[in-house]
């Protein structure tokens, strides 16, 4: 007499599903971020460039930026706008706020994103996955950094700048160092994994 065969899925299938499900809007989340961030930092380098207009302003530490509509009397004497800055001014804030500091983690919403949209396909341990995950530590690296590269760079060019070093910031590379490690041992795992399957 045959043995009855199991027609439900295995454990590691289910879980596959899972995954692909979980993941389903978390790829719709960081995708929304990243081009809402991606969005942002294209704005504010055209504006920085191009706007000639008195709402868009900085305090003077040049920590905050600011839309105001309502030009106030306090608003006008507590922040400047960005048209009357000098252009080395505007340019060294694009390049450490735009770019080292919004850029990066617009990167960091790409490489969610790609990892996400990885396990919605049902892929998890493959190479792509483990470049994402190293991606992801490198650009949570250079977002931890960025304040204090923006400063330097800041002092370099006779910029004030104030409130550079944050605890974030030590979070953040120290996090991206983890996650960097653990896709080179992701990596190493896959290979082992890979090795013996060739001598099956």
Not at 64 to 81: H, R
């Amino acid at each position: 007499m045959p043995h009855a065969v199991s027609l439900t899925s295995t454990p590691a299938s289910s879980a596959i599903d899972e995954i692909r499900s979980l993941s389903r809007p978390f790829a719709t989340l960081f995708g929304f971020l990243f081009l809402s961030m991606l969005t942002v930092c294209l704005a504010f380098i055209l504006a920085a460039l191009l706007y000639s207009g008195a709402s868009l302003r900085m305090t003077p530490e040049h920590t905050q930026l600011l839309i105001m509509p309502d030009l106030t009397e306090q608003v006008l004497a507590s922040t400047i706008a960005i048209a009357d800055m000098p252009l080395k001014t505007r340019l060294v804030g694009i390049v450490s706020l735009g770019i080292l500091q919004w850029g990066s983690l617009t990167m960091i919403f790409f490489q969610f994103r790609a990892l996400f949209r990885l396990y919605e396909q049902g892929i998890v341990f493959a190479t792509g996955n483990v470049a994402c995950i190293r991606r992801l530590g490198f650009w949570l690296i250079v977002w931890g950094a960025a304040p204090t590269v923006g400063h330097q760079l800041c002092e370099l060019t006779g910029v004030y700048d104030e409130g550079w070093l944050r605890a974030s910031s030590l979070a953040a590379v120290v996090l991206g160092g983890l996650l960097y490690v653990i896709g080179r041992v992701m990596n190493l795992g896959r290979e082992i994994e890979l090795e013996r399957a060739s001598f099956v």
